[in-house]
């Protein structure tokens, strides 16, 4: 099983639409949660981490629920320049970072 | 930018060769994870370096070896080069000032074509 599992989309929205996207994890003993974002044949980029309360970054708002494993990113009024591939991570206790298959946005005008 | 660079930035090897790819960690940062990114799936974990000793390491064969050296940067070898190893290699740095949670940062990699 892998460690973590997302659903590779692709998701393709209108401006101004909110979109969800969700992840689920393996490991239970699993430290530190985050969503990066990856513009096409660029690095990830650390887009937020995700606390065990939920937060919030903007139009951004991340929950996770440590109960069934599962994180999930919203993004409300979505721009243009929000499509990229979203990728899950999780830090497990080896300090070692897990990514999910990543998740591809399109916003379309 | 996140000071994190990695060298060469695309390399084209035959099966059967060996490759070295390099990468200098963040200012400060004492730690290096190397992940191999193949088309359409997400980054995954070879191996990290902390203070020069490997610390921890991901599903893959012998073959990949690694390196960190002094200064913290850090080099991932591969031997017996395959077809499949084409992929994004990805080097990501963290230390202290990464908080609680270790943050990683990438480098914008190293695209290696192995034909």
């Known amino acids: 099983r892998k460690e973590v599992e997302q659903d590779p989309g692709p998701f393709n929205v209108p401006e101004g639409a909110t979109v969800a996207f969700n992840c689920t994890y393996s490991n239970s003993a699993s430290q530190s949660f985050f969503w990066y974002r990856q513009d096409c044949r660029k690095e990830p980029k650390l887009l937020m981490s995700?606390?065990?309360s939920g937060n919030e970054d903007g139009r951004f708002t991340a929950q996770l629920n440590r109960a069934s494993q599962y994180i999930s990113l919203l993004i409300r009024d979505s721009k243009l320049s929000d499509s990229a591939t979203y990728l899950c991570?999780?830090?497990?206790?080896?300090?070692?970072?897990?990514f999910g298959t990543g998740t591809s946005l399109t916003v379309i005008p | 930018e996140t000071g994190v660079t990695q060298s060469p930035t695309h390399l084209i090897k035959t099966r059967g060769q060996q490759v070295t790819l390099r990468c200098s960690s963040q200012s400060g940062h004492n730690t290096v994870s190397w992940y191999q990114q193949a088309l359409g799936q997400g980054p995954q974990f070879i191996f990290q370096y902390y203070r020069e000793e490997e610390n921890g390491r991901g599903n893959f064969p012998p073959r990949f070896s690694g390196l960190q050296f002094p200064n913290y940067s850090s080099e991932l070898n591969v031997n017996a080069l395959e077809l499949d190893d084409s992929a994004l290699y990805l080097c990501?740095?963290?230390?202290?000032?990464?908080?609680?949670?270790?943050?990683?940062?990438f480098g914008a990699g190293t695209r290696l074509s192995v034909l």
């Open positions: 995700v606390y065990s």
């Open positions: 990501a740095s963290s230390g202290e000032d990464s908080g609680p949670k270790n943050i990683q940062y």
């Open positions: 991570v999780v830090r497990n206790t080896g300090n070692q970072f897990y």
